[in-house]
């Protein structure tokens, strides 16, 4: 996936922090988790809300590189 024009958050003092994008209403964030209860939680999540503020998408993700 490739978004263009992103603000990058911070989110707190231990590291985490996240980038926002907003296209035709639909804001995407695309959080960085430094800090988790699990050591089996993903590296990143992405977020995806509705112009109306609901949740549609709540998915663990992982850096793929060729």
């Not at 263009?4 to 639909?26: A, H, Q, R, W």
């Not at 695309?30 to 998408?57: C, H, Q």
Request: aromatic content about 16%.
């Amino acid at each position: 996936m490739i978004i263009s024009n992103g603000e990058l958050i911070p989110d707190g003092t231990g590291g985490n922090y996240y980038y926002e994008f907003n296209n035709n209403g639909y804001t995407y964030q695309i959080w960085r988790n430094y800090l988790t209860d699990s050591a089996k939680k993903a590296p990143y999540t992405l977020m995806v809300t509705n112009e109306t503020g609901k949740t549609i998408v709540n998915q663990d993700g992982y850096v793929v590189k060729n």
